[in-house]
């Protein structure tokens, strides 16, 4: 009888405590995007001045993004693929600025913050991760009827990888054209998105559809018989980013 109850006990208490870790962290994600969304519809030029907030919605989304993959996967092959995700995008960021691919060209200001090794943005990686564990989270939950069909995980990865560039063709107009974290330049191919070349959308794509082919390996979740969590959290989160995001792109469009 204390042989079979056991592991019972041992494999549902990691399961609560992630639960609550995840529900305390996305709560102060939804006050963070609550509190930039406010700034942003606010009156004032001194609160739409401060960035802490910005900041502040960035770290507390990506403390989400992790709590919410972590509800369904042990934290270490979490923390590895937050690691391969944030390297490899922040790689092919710094590639961009160099050599004008995948992404076009842009040059980064100082509005961006400080720069890891001088060239890239310290809230890029954080970025690439909240942008492909949280599109990772919804495209779980649209493929959920068929998560035992042969070709799950190549729906998985291009579904993630376009939930992603959606989420950048709202991203990029807030960050470009209203907090001016980069500039984007002139190119031969003419057709932009809010001032963004359609090139950034392609190359973001591409981007993300490598990003997941090299982390999937590492999400597959190692215990098959456990029960499947419904990530909700990660909806919420990319949700409540676009919500903020287009906030800012309407409030610009109708300030022209």
């Not at 942003?40 to 900041?55: F, G």
């Not at 330049?185 to 490598?210: D, I, M, Q």
Request: no cysteine; hydrophobic share 50%.
């Amino acid at each position: 009888m204390n042989d079979d109850s056991q592991p019972a006990r041992t494999t549902i208490a990691p399961r609560r405590s992630a639960d609550l870790i995840h529900y305390a962290v996305l709560g102060s994600f939804l006050f963070a995007a609550a509190l930039t969304w406010a700034k942003l519809i606010s009156p004032l030029p001194s609160l739409e001045q401060t960035n802490w907030p910005d900041a502040l919605l960035l770290l507390t989304a990506t403390a989400a993004a992790l709590s919410s993959v972590s509800r369904t996967l042990a934290f270490q092959y979490v923390a590895w693929g937050a690691l391969v995700i944030g390297v490899l995008g922040g790689t092919a960021h710094a590639i961009g600025t160099l050599a004008l691919i995948p992404f076009g060209p842009f040059v980064y200001t100082s509005a961006a913050g400080p720069k890891i090794f001088g060239v890239l943005p310290w809230m890029v990686p954080l970025l690439w991760i909240v942008f492909i564990y949280t599109s990772r989270g919804v495209a779980r939950l649209i493929l959920q009827p068929w998560r035992w069909t042969r070709h799950y995980g190549f729906w998985l990865i291009g579904i993630t990888a376009l939930l992603s560039t959606i989420l950048d063709l709202s991203f990029d107009p807030w960050a470009a054209g209203r907090k001016h974290f980069w500039i984007w330049e002139l190119t031969r191919f003419p057709y932009t998105w809010k001032g963004t070349p359609l090139t950034n959308f392609a190359g973001w794509l591409a981007t993300s559809t490598v990003l997941m082919a090299f982390v999937t390996p590492l999400l597959i979740n190692k215990q098959p018989g456990a029960k499947p969590v419904r990530e909700s959290g990660s909806l919420i989160i990319w949700l409540s980013l676009n919500v903020v995001f287009i906030t800012a792109l309407i409030r610009k469009t109708s300030a022209h």
